[in-house]
């Protein structure tokens, strides 16, 4: 695999300095192309020690205007990180949309110094693959442009580089102990990179191998291919159209036939008042010392409440935040997007909120927006609300791996309960501010949202992070059933 | 001062229920009135255990449509708070504009505890809650509206509500350790409560202190005196006119009267070709192995490069990143703020980049942007610039005192080098992009910049962030002081 690149290619310095201004102005004006466009453009630069990736870093920094390039580098994860699934450092430092985000270091460093190292085996490494890849196409596919690079030095070249920049003094700092050690590794690391390389060389971000013994030939040969690859895909999104995707939605059986989830829930059960007040007091007292059991060993909790308009998502947090720790939890509505959060893939935003070890995430609407309002209202294409379900799954798979108890609630009430709410909260002064033209149009799409909550229920529940419909006609009916279900969800937790 | 709050307030059931409805009426009124308003709400709980904190933050969460709240709480720093300045927390925390910020645990937690653990003495307190008192200041000054409560329970209350939280088993859990230990504390947490309430109930952020020993009593005046202030707030939002300052913008001598730090700088100074390149590697060298030394030890440095257009800051930072780790560097260039940005203090977008321990930040332009440009194209009223010289002295102070290397460039060329520059720059492809009318248009107002940066210079070199004016006619010579100045500063921090 790396035999291309030990076959000392080379740049003159004459030929450099003819064609470094070329690559220079044309990056600028692509990088000022991509101002109007609509993608991010993420630069790996990976390969082995001394081949100079902190240089090509440094150089890129040079040649692109700085305003809309920002570099990332992952160290050591914080405890911040540590108490957040993995993938959390990842997300949050992601470039918006029109800008160059540079990595040194990246999702590839932990897999293959892990591997390297002997923390994990050859299962271990394509699993952690396997998960770099959904990752990177959930960019991707978001219209990411993801553009891997690879610097080889062959082993000669290698031990090479480091006696250089040990010989000079204005470069003997950055030879490390843990360079020499690695220098040792280079057949071990050699083994790993090309596994690793060929795992994740995908369709739509494979990896370009570039030979590092020359640094001309280095760095002219990733300006070019950064140059060419952001102008063919500015080139392609000036031509297509939004992808018409092979996926098809959902087409709706006929109306009767349907054995629909929903429709099978019965709604009339419900809590006579003196009932319910002991078994809310019940249930909040559990779920009070369960919470500080998990405060206190760091499980944390995400709950999402999905439901009708008035179904009750407001009342039911009233009722859980009295058992939690109020310096523990955060309550995160989900409403119209912020512009740092619209420049970004769509499930940047919910992981943002991400509670930390032992703290509390409550999402009042959360990110199945995307396969309910968006879908209904057009506001996401239909490949895109299409994927998203794979997307979620593999999300919720993060989140629960990482040990946070995941509860998802739909609150279902009929339509007739829905109108005769409405019509209460028109009375009542307090609950006016939750009533607005709008409640009434989403009505009038019900079934279309019916058969969206349908296809959600059906995709998303998983083993991991399974749905739980919760009999919402009676409202007492319906937080006690809630309660219960996060009690019993942290408890299993916590054995 | 705790007297008027032990005297046994109580509100009726019956005259609850009236009240509660209509307050919860009228704060989601005001709520929904803040949304076209421009300012943030903070609303401080604090007090003594027991005495219900947790239970009103969870109360107003009920109250306010919580699309528009957001909880704070401050527990133990994480790693990635105690690498940076200790109101980097604090400032990461605030509520953008138009929303409310509810604390539970905040800016008073530590300076109070650390007091009463006997970490610090009364004179330290006393330090602390200055610092208290200016960042609220900034953020009151800034038109934020901060109410603080304290939520009294006398001894005797105390000891009584830990009994009766104890005997319920819904409520047990709640009585930690720490609580009992905070009991036994009694007199010596009022006493260090009194002190701070007295340093810091100011004009603009007073401290209310509530009887907390009736639920009842409690929730309805606390809420109700929120309503209270945010609708007077939104009265004399609407009534007056921007703040008239009695401050005067500086007025400027007579032409040749004064003596103005630039006029004295010596702009022939230059360094020839081989030489610079001599002492450029030098000097690379030496901040290198000078950067990787303060990266071991955790000592981060900031680099704010002002200057004028075309004075060579871009050139002067491609010189300084070779030196640096590429994972440990970041170039924040700074342009039009993000609405997030926009909603929120000027300073919250620096704090934003603070770098962790052992980074680097380099801000290309920065907070003195208030005092430059935004003073000069009316971005900024008088009375904002005006005040930002020592909101930013105190800002530095706080980076420096965290043991942060600050350095400071002016980067300084005359006027008709800045014209050569601008020519230069229309004939180089890779350059034109720099060049804009924009620059034109500012080169016309030169005198009145040069004006503000004298003031700039005056009021915002201090002992522990010094401005270092580089003679920047020569762009060899102000490298070479640059990254000279540079290295000897990190030499400093690292002694």
Same mark, same amino acid.
């Given at each position: 695999?790396?035999?291309?690149?030990?076959?000392?290619?080379?740049?003159?310095?004459?030929?450099?300095?003819?064609?470094?201004?070329?690559?220079?102005?044309?990056?600028?004006?692509?990088?000022?192309?991509?101002?109007?466009?609509?993608?991010?453009?993420?630069?790996?630069?990976?390969?082995?020690?001394?081949?100079?990736?902190?240089?090509?870093?440094?150089?890129?920094?040079?040649?692109?205007?700085?305003?809309?390039?920002?570099?990332?580098?992952?160290?050591?994860?914080?405890?911040?990180?540590?108490?957040?699934?993995?993938?959390?450092?990842?997300?949050?430092?992601?470039?918006?949309?029109?800008?160059?985000?540079?990595?040194?270091?990246?999702?590839?460093?932990?897999?293959?110094?892990?591997?390297?190292?002997?923390?994990?085996?050859?299962?271990?490494?394509?699993?952690?693959?396997?998960?770099?890849?959904?990752?990177?196409?959930?960019?991707?596919?978001?219209?990411?442009?993801?553009?891997?690079?690879?610097?080889?030095?062959?082993?000669?070249?290698?031990?090479?580089?480091?006696?250089?920049?040990?010989?000079?003094?204005?470069?003997?700092?950055?030879?490390?102990?843990?360079?020499?050690?690695?220098?040792?590794?280079?057949?071990?690391?050699?083994?790993?990179?090309?596994?690793?390389?060929?795992?994740?060389?995908?369709?739509?971000?494979?990896?370009?191998?570039?030979?590092?013994?020359?640094?001309?030939?280095?760095?002219?040969?990733?300006?070019?291919?950064?140059?060419?690859?952001?102008?063919?895909?500015?080139?392609?999104?000036?031509?297509?159209?939004?992808?018409?995707?092979?996926?098809?939605?959902?087409?709706?059986?006929?109306?009767?036939?349907?054995?629909?989830?929903?429709?099978?829930?019965?709604?009339?059960?419900?809590?006579?008042?003196?009932?319910?007040?002991?078994?809310?007091?019940?249930?909040?007292?559990?779920?009070?010392?369960?919470?500080?059991?998990?405060?206190?060993?760091?499980?944390?909790?995400?709950?999402?409440?999905?439901?009708?308009?008035?179904?009750?998502?407001?009342?039911?947090?009233?009722?859980?935040?009295?058992?939690?720790?109020?310096?523990?939890?955060?309550?995160?509505?989900?409403?119209?997007?912020?512009?740092?959060?619209?420049?970004?893939?769509?499930?940047?935003?919910?992981?943002?909120?991400?509670?930390?070890?032992?703290?509390?995430?409550?999402?009042?609407?959360?990110?199945?927006?995307?396969?309910?309002?968006?879908?209904?209202?057009?506001?996401?294409?239909?490949?895109?609300?299409?994927?998203?379900?794979?997307?979620?799954?593999?999300?919720?798979?993060?989140?629960?791996?990482?040990?946070?108890?995941?509860?998802?609630?739909?609150?279902?009430?009929?339509?007739?309960?829905?109108?005769?709410?409405?019509?209460?909260?028109?009375?009542?002064?307090?609950?006016?501010?939750?009533?607005?033209?709008?409640?009434?149009?989403?009505? @009038? !799409?019900?079934? *279309?949202?019916?058969? #969206?909550?349908?296809?959600?229920? &059906? =995709?998303?529940?998983? %083993?991991?992070?399974?749905?739980?419909?919760?009999?919402?006609? @009676? !409202?007492?009916? *319906?937080?006690?059933? #809630?309660?219960?279900?996060?009690? &019993? =969800?942290?408890?299993? %937790?916590?054995?």
């Amino acid at each position: 695999m790396f035999e291309i690149a030990e076959l000392g290619h080379k740049v003159k310095k004459s030929e450099y300095e003819i064609k470094e201004p070329e690559l220079r102005t044309g990056l600028l004006f692509a990088q000022d192309a991509l101002k109007e466009a609509d993608f991010p453009v993420l630069i790996l630069i990976s390969g082995v020690d001394g081949a100079g990736k902190g240089d090509v870093i440094n150089q890129l920094n040079a040649w692109f205007d700085p305003h809309y390039v920002r570099a990332y580098a992952f160290d050591t994860p914080s405890d911040e990180e540590r108490e957040r699934p993995r993938y959390w450092r990842f997300w949050r430092a992601l470039p918006p949309k029109r800008q160059i985000g540079l990595y040194v270091g990246s999702w590839y460093s932990q897999p293959i110094s892990d591997r390297v190292g002997g923390h994990i085996d050859d299962a271990d490494l394509e699993r952690a693959l396997v998960r770099v890849n959904t990752f990177e196409e959930a960019l991707v596919k978001d219209g990411a442009l993801i553009i891997k690079f690879w610097l080889h030095l062959s082993e000669a070249a290698q031990r090479q580089r480091t006696k250089e920049l040990e010989a000079n003094p204005a470069t003997r700092w950055r030879v490390t102990t843990l360079d020499k050690k690695h220098l040792k590794q280079y057949d071990k690391f050699k083994r790993v990179a090309e596994q690793t390389l060929r795992s994740t060389s995908t369709g739509d971000a494979p990896w370009i191998i570039v030979e590092a013994t020359d640094v001309r030939y280095r760095n002219l040969t990733v300006g070019q291919h950064i140059l060419e690859r952001i102008t063919a895909r500015l080139q392609q999104s000036a031509e297509t159209p939004p992808p018409s995707t092979h996926l098809r939605p959902i087409a709706a059986p006929e109306a009767g036939e349907r054995v629909s989830v929903l429709g099978n829930l019965d709604l009339s059960q419900q809590l006579a008042k003196p009932h319910y007040k002991k078994q809310l007091a019940k249930y909040q007292g559990r779920l009070g010392e369960l919470a500080r059991q998990a405060r206190e060993h760091k499980v944390s909790s995400i709950v999402v409440l999905e439901g009708w308009d008035a179904a009750g998502k407001g009342g039911l947090i009233r009722r859980i935040i009295p058992a939690l720790d109020a310096r523990g939890y955060q309550i995160i509505p989900i409403a119209a997007p912020t512009d740092e959060e619209r420049a970004h893939h769509y499930l940047w935003r919910f992981w943002r909120h991400i509670p930390r070890g032992g703290n509390v995430t409550i999402y009042d609407r959360s990110w199945y927006g995307r396969v309910l309002v968006e879908r209904i209202e057009g506001f996401a294409r239909p490949d895109e609300w299409m994927r998203a379900y794979s997307e979620i799954n593999h999300f919720e798979e993060l989140l629960t791996e990482h040990g946070i108890a995941l509860l998802k609630f739909w609150l279902h009430i009929d339509k007739d309960e829905q109108l005769k709410r409405f019509h209460e909260r028109e009375q009542t002064p307090f609950k006016q501010y939750k009533i607005t033209a709008d409640d009434y149009r989403n009505r @009038d !799409k019900w079934d *279309a949202y019916e058969q #969206a909550v349908n296809d959600m229920i &059906e =995709r998303t529940s998983t %083993a991991y992070a399974p749905w739980h419909l919760i009999e919402a006609n @009676d !409202k007492y009916f *319906a937080r006690v059933k #809630a309660l219960h279900l996060y009690s &019993e =969800r942290l408890a299993a %937790a916590l054995r």
